[in-house]
């Protein structure tokens, strides 16, 4: 007979006679389900019998009547000609007025060679010679990339593979074009657009800005027309890509019948830190080499062949708080070198952007029945003072997929519980991070290409993705799935190797 140990009771335990748990047992999920279903077609349910009643009242209609009403109407020419006349008007104001559709033609994600892959145990290698880490830093770094949700398989550029890391302008205008030229290559050749046809060109890169620019190397490289409208934006961080969709979009609203071209990327080369503060240290381990193109239209007749249309665009600036705007910042370090801080307050500083963002976007996406629970719970918080937890609508049931910035393991830990969403839910997320690492800007768009090769997007489908940044921002883009879309006709950096997806990742990956 074993040994009782101090954790085991002498006296068995008697059967537990508490009641049943009522929220296991009745699964509220299907009754919060049926009520959703229930509110969303109130309007039909309401409406029904209306038309029941008026199609009852139709039916007694004779010939007569029909005639007596006819003859009345003759009376009252003026009347008829007027009410055609603001009715011509009205419909000829609404379409005139009414924004005008943006559609995702296509888009491409830059997939680097072989050559230029780095291994976790390939980084630290390189770190080590570069002779500018200190014992404690390279230990430093080590325990990050174990807890970064970082694979084998990400990629840095050329210069950095040299030892020691020559970070030159010369091979940071390599990479950028390398990186832009890669994937607007990839995405002509999938639209078959003539590059004389794009009149828009919207660039973003966050910290490496050289003259002529990334929008002018882009324009000369590809013969673009003289009287394009280019933009290039600095400094904006890892949301950019989302307010370069937001900029092209409203460009199209004033140029009709044209194509707006968006480039996303970071450049690495120049922007390795080689110092020994750690709060700059923290993205060497995480920044990794890609970027995407983008091709937006606002051609009705390019519907049919788009893959999306845009629906909507929230922005969230919080640079007014002092807090807020350095979290993130480029400065140098004691001994001069420059970097990128992240500071300790950097999640809570999301958390709060992302409830700033959400407020504004919940309104325009939520169905009416999650309206209506948050507006209960506020009621009853801030009017009858009830002591209940605030209610955190069910983003679910407006969006089949979330595309959020692999900014990290953490970011993702928090907006998964947060936003009560499932591993398949993050799951485009998480292994983006892990084979691409944090590519900035552009990691979104690896996120969707991740969803498509897996075959899930399907027509009608809504998709969030949700970017943050410098700033400190948080950028929300909603689109919607124009056409089911069929993997084996697709061209995107998942293709050849998504059959080894999703992988498991273990909280500490030791190597």
């Known amino acids: 007979m074993a040994e009782p140990t101090p954790n085991t009771p002498l006296v068995p335990p008697l059967p537990s006679r508490k009641l049943p748990d009522f929220k296991q047992s009745v699964r509220l999920k299907y009754v919060k389900l049926g009520y959703h279903h229930l509110i969303s077609h109130a309007m039909y349910l309401f409406l029904s019998p209306l038309l029941g009643i008026l199609a009852a009242q139709l039916s007694t209609f004779s010939l007569e009547d029909i005639y007596l009403l006819w003859e009345h109407l003759q009376y009252n020419l003026i009347s008829v000609v007027v009410c055609s006349m603001l009715f011509v008007f009205l419909s000829t104001l609404y379409f005139v007025t009414r924004p005008r559709p943006v559609y995702l033609v296509n888009f491409s994600c830059y997939k680097p060679g072989k050559s230029q892959k780095c291994s976790r145990e390939y980084f630290m290698e390189k770190s080590k010679l570069a002779g500018v880490f200190s014992e404690e830093t390279l230990s430093f770094q080590r325990k990050i990339l174990e807890r970064s949700g970082l694979g084998e398989s990400t990629y840095l550029p ?75 934006l600095g400094g904006m961080g890892c949301s ?88 993130v910042t480029q400065q140098e ?14 999640m809570a500083v999301a958390g709060d952007a992302l409830k700033t963002n959400i407020t504004t976007l919940g309104p325009l996406v939520l169905p009416v029945s999650e309206q209506l629970l948050f507006l209960a719970t506020l009621i009853g918080k801030k009017v009858f003072k009830m002591k209940i937890k605030p209610y955190i609508p069910d983003f679910k049931l407006a969006f089949e997929h979330f595309c959020i910035h692999a900014g990290g393991r953490a970011v993702l830990d928090e907006l998964e519980k947060n936003l009560q969403l499932s591993e398949w839910h993050v799951e485009p997320s998480r292994m983006t991070l892990f084979r691409f690492g944090n590519t900035s800007s552009s990691s979104l768009w690896y996120e969707l290409a991740y969803s498509e090769a897996k075959g899930r997007m399907m027509r009608g489908d809504r998709i969030w993705q949700i970017a943050f940044g410098s700033g400190f921002k948080c950028n929300s883009a909603v689109w919607k799935a124009l056409r089911t879309v069929n993997p084996a006709k697709e061209k995107n950096p998942w293709m050849d190797e998504i059959n080894e997806f999703p992988v498991s990742i273990p909280r500490v990956s030791s190597f």
């Open 240 to 327: 950019a890509g989302l307010i370069s969709i937001d900029l092209s979009k409203q460009l199209l609203q004033v140029h009709p019948n044209s194509y707006a071209l968006v480039v996303s990327m970071e450049n690495i080369t120049l922007n390795w830190y080689l110092g020994n503060d750690r709060s700059m240290l923290v993205s060497n381990c995480l920044f990794r080499m890609g970027g995407a193109a983008i091709l937006l239209s606002n051609r009705r007749s390019d519907r049919r062949s788009s893959k999306y249309q845009l629906v909507h665009t929230v922005r969230t600036h919080k640079a007014s708080d002092d807090k807020c705007f350095a979290c």
């Open 158 to 232: 050329d210069a950095l593979h040299n030892t020691p890391p020559n970070p030159t302008m010369l091979a940071a205008r390599r990479e950028a074009e390398e990186v832009m030229f890669g994937a607007i290559d990839e995405l002509l050749a999938k639209t078959s657009v003539n590059p004389k046809d794009i009149g828009i060109l919207v660039v973003n890169c966050s910290l490496f800005n050289p003259t002529p620019s990334l929008s002018a190397m882009i324009i000369n490289h590809y013969k673009l027309r003289g009287h394009i409208t280019s933009y290039n």
């Open 333 to 346: 370090d004691s001994t001069g070198r420059i970097g990128v801080s992240l500071s300790k307050e950097l």
